[in-house]
């Protein structure tokens, strides 16, 4: 975050209302100078916060105006007065700002059942709306925080026809992540115009290429969020197949790049692996190899031993539900063949990987020689930090 | 383990043999005085270690004659020479005890991926039958154990038309535990008679409600192997239908105390918690409930904290896959209730659950109200130690 994030269009904020116990950012904003045409992807769990609903319903409009974010509490599993407070939210925020109630999306993240205490977010809008700024996404970017130790956001810039078009994103991650999605809130504001049924397209391609394939606990959130805001002042207008193309390759990569920082600022985290599966008889096979390999406890606590223990990796492949000839696999660290047709290559191999596992990133590859399919995740060791993180969470 | 552990018709020992590096007892034997009917069931993983495979096929033959086990090594992902070297402990132990040696099965724990030092093995053997006792199952149960902090043994009496029967058990598990199946061994000897295939019958629905009901980490080991074996001594016979109840019943009650053992024991474990869901569309549903919420990191971190965090509860159950109305979720903490129709109960309830949550056991209900069906684990928590204890566990 060392450069300042700006989208031509769009104003943010974030101040502290006294969500958060220890005084830090909890409430954060951004405002589009026009409404701005809008898409979302949210979390699959049954379980839905009560601003993840009303942001669904409210998507209809394809239109938006400002999104109010707080986190130190979900605002989720709290009933009736859950949604009226997450309306609440969303109508201080337009009688500030001067729109209507109908056009403010709504974000949360925290813990879980506890009621939201919508009378201190009343009183910190006023200085919130104060506070908005062209650069004010650093801002907001801290606001977002729960267990995450630094802030996230990216800027990207492309061009199309000789115009030049901005693409910024925030996001938090830390606990709660897997695909489908992690617990996690991101929001991407781009001077491009674009009907809200293009940019939906857009976003869930590049969040099934991003935040999809990452895994820090395998635990989904209720909360989880991601929209993408159109403000059209670029005056390039994404409907040439070519420039979609030119704008999906860029927000991938800028997905790609917060999902890394999510993982790699994970709770606990000390190591980043990514999980690559190959010659699987099908994607869905690999898949799950690669996901039962990705939330394994042992393999993730052996990465944070720094242990080069592909046995227990042969193990949870041989338990991912694929049929599966384990006297066929090849296990690799980076470069280093660990195990080959199922059985180990000995001290040489070992003594190389225990080089890459001291690493603060690396890949393991897994070779089914059963087809051409592939997939990989990236994944995180499981720390006593993370355990310590978790049980102390609510006190 | 304060009373002796015996069976008519077997005998047992425990000795070290140099597998373990610190030289605590690392190999066993189990010798029937005659050839016993035997029936097993085995892990689900398909990856499985050369014993198991070498079980699988012998116990065709629906008798066996000796069991030679040991721990520090797993014999898995060994490839030919592993499949030889379970042959050779086989071999090599009935040699020692004067039986044919397809009629001895075998049983390895400890590390996968490293070759089994079988020279070792074949040196401790003279002594390990030298030490053969009808009371040597308290050694046996020692010379089983990994990362258990100590031996789990159980012994039962029944009566079948006014004869008395025995049944004697051992078992270890400590990591990589879950259901189908633990990463555990366990043999159980019993002095009545009966037929190779109602003796699977028996074992199979006694692990269904005991060893397939608990969960350490979620892991699926490579090795997992319960014995049934059975002298005929007592001259009782499985024949009639109440015998096989009167059976079932000891044995169920005899292996859900070893599962309760193997939990509380679990790597790091300091609570054991049952999971019982409530009010399911069907047993799948349920099942799946409690499976998710079982094996949830941010569930089991809360509970090592003594945090009584209905919400990571609730929103592991909405991810758990099923159709789910969150707001008519019940949660309760023993008998405290925590959530009601989805929403958190208040600071009364909290103030409740906090003392239970520092019991060493205590069970989570979760009613759906969504039908009849119910299904019930145990689980424990995630400690510092457990991801400690998995960091170190090759070093």
Known sequence: MEQTIQCPGFRAAGVACGLKPNGDKDLGLIVADRPASVAGVFTRNRVKAAPVQLCQERLAAGTCSAVIINSGNANCATGAQGRTDAEAMARIAAEAVGVDPQSVLVASTGVIGQPLPIERIRDGVPTLVAGLRHDGFGDLARAMMTTDT??????????????????????????????????????????????????????????????NRISID?????????????????????????????????????????????????????????????????????????????????????FFGEDANWGRILAAAGRSGIELDPDRV??????????????????????????????????????????????????????????????????
């Open 150 to 211: 630094v802030p996230k956001a990216e800027v990207r810039w492309g061009e199309v026809d000789g115009k030049r078009f901005t693409v910024a994103a925030v996001a938090k991650g830390a606990g709660m992540i897997r695909p489908d999605m992690a617990t996690m809130l991101a929001f991407v504001c781009t001077d491009v115009a674009a009907d809200p049924r293009v940019l939906r397209t857009l976003l869930q391609a590049a969040c099934d290429r991003s935040f």
């Open 218 to 302: 395998g635990d989904t959130s209720t909360n989880d969020t991601v929209l993408l805001m159109a403000s059209g002042v670029s005056g390039i207008r994404l409907e040439a197949e070519a420039a979609q193309h030119r704008f999906q390759s860029l927000l991938d990569e800028m997905l790609l790049a917060l999902a890394k920082q999510l993982v790699k600022d994970g709770e606990g985290v000390t190591k980043v692996v990514e999980i690559r599966v190959h010659g699987a008889a099908d994607r869905s096979a690999a898949l799950k190899v690669a996901d039962t390999i990705a939330h394994s406890p042992l393999v993730k606590t052996a």
């Open 330 to 395: 090849d296990i690799y660290f980076d470069d280093v063949q660990m195990a080959a047709a199922g059985q180990g290559c000995g001290d040489a191999a070992e003594a190389r990987a225990a080089a890459i596992m001291k690493l603060p990133a690396y890949a393991v590859t897994v070779d089914l020689h059963a087809g051409d399919a592939a997939a990989s995740l990236l994944t995180c060791d499981f720390s006593v930090d993370y355990v310590k993180i978790n049980a102390d969470y609510r006190s």
